[in-house]
């Protein structure tokens, strides 16, 4: 091997083994730098017979080109690795967390009250609340329920432990059997036109398929001058065609008794029960869906209104009850048992507007 070839080894090697860009400038300065080896033999070339010089300055020469050729290709190996070290040095995740899955889901209990507040807010209701403990003055007596009535027997009452220090009526606190307690609460501090629905919860000690000990109820009540059968008709009639979705929805009042209405009724819809499944709308059967009448001159006056200027109107209905209809759930009691499968399969989403009629 030539010295030159010898040389040439030699620098490739040390270039090779440059771990770094500062260790390859090294190599760069001692090969070729200004008192390189190189350049060092450069400067020999004088000393040389002119054929001489030419051969070996055309050796050198390549041999200058060879080698910055090879510290060329290491520096773009060693400037690569470097900027891949960086990189991943200074690595920051920009990709979002992902949403999490959506896991609760509305009630079909709350997305039931929506839809009926909806459709009463249309026809100029507002909701109205009232307390869930009470006294029997507004559960019964001022519902123009008498004295040892059945009536007040036939509400399965939860009553709670006498108020200490008072006897009698007074000393009594019950949790509400139905919403109508509101009526009274709305008719003694608002002056009447009164327009009200009530959504809340109610209690009676009954337990079945189609009873549970807590449930819903959402009354309604509309107070003025003039109001009368025909209005009370009308407003449940167009109710109940908008919750349930059918334009042709046959409907009929029967005569009913409640202490706080006179007259009263209850207001059945159409339905046709083929093969065992339920279908709201024109067919052979009847659903009984909720109770109404004329609020009874005896409660307007408990309530501090004068029958003989004003009159209106009440009704109240079940909500889970209207709830199953509308969404085919056949059991009651699995409304309040939490059962997440029940309330996956049963429940909305929060953007769901399963009510076309109200969008
Ligand atoms: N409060 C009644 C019940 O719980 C429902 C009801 C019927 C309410 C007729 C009313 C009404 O306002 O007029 O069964």
Redesign the pocket.
């Known amino acids: 091997m030539s010295n030159l070839e010898a040389l040439k080894k030699e620098i490739v090697e040390t270039v090779k083994a440059a771990g770094d860009i500062q260790s390859l400038e090294e190599v760069r300065v001692t090969a070729l730098g200004k008192k390189g080896r190189v350049t060092d033999l450069m400067k020999t070339l004088g000393t040389l017979s002119p054929d001489e010089r030419k051969e070996m300055g055309q050796a050198l020469n390549r041999l200058k080109d060879e080698i910055s050729a090879e510290i060329d290709a290491r520096a773009s190996i060693l400037k690569a690795a470097a900027m891949n070290a960086r990189l991943a040095s200074e690595k920051i995740d920009v990709t979002l967390t992902p949403r999490p899955e959506n896991k609760g889901s509305i009630h079909p209990i709350s997305q039931t009250i929506e839809e009926m507040i909806t459709i009463f807010a249309d026809m100029g209701f507002s909701v109205a609340e009232g307390p869930e403990i009470e006294d029997d003055f507004h559960n019964f007596t001022a519902l123009n329920f008498p004295p040892e009535h059945p009536a007040r027997q036939m509400?399965d009452t939860f009553y709670l432990p006498d108020v200490a220090g008072k006897t009698g009526d007074a000393a009594k606190r019950l949790l509400r059997?139905?919403?109508?307690t509101v009526?009274v609460h709305v008719m003694q501090t608002q002056k009447p036109p009164i327009r009200v629905i009530i959504p809340g919860r109610?209690f009676r000690s009954d337990y079945d398929m189609t009873h549970t000990p807590m449930f819903h109820?959402m009354?309604?009540?509309l107070i003025d001058k003039a109001a009368h059968m025909g209005h009370l008709k009308g407003c449940l009639i167009e109710f109940c065609k908008r919750f349930f979705e059918v334009d042709d929805l046959p409907t009929r009042f029967r005569p009913s008794f409640?202490p706080?209405?006179e007259p009263?009724a209850e207001m059945d819809i159409g339905c046709s029960r083929e093969k065992g499944e339920l279908k709201i709308g024109a067919g052979s059967s009847w659903l009984e869906i909720?109770?109404?009448?004329m609020?009874h001159p005896n409660v307007l006056k408990n309530c501090g209104i004068d029958p003989d200027e004003y009159q209106g109107?009440?009704?109240?209905?079940g909500i889970e009850r209207v709830a199953m209809l509308k969404y085919g759930i056949p059991d009651l009691r699995t409304f309040f048992e939490s059962d997440l499968r029940w309330l996956k399969h049963y429940g909305f989403g929060p953007l769901e507007q399963p009510n076309k009629a109200l969008g």
């Open positions: 509400h059997t139905h919403t109508s009526q109610t109820q009354e309604g009540l409640f706080f209405t009263s909720l109770g109404c009448g609020v109107f009440a009704f109240g209905m």
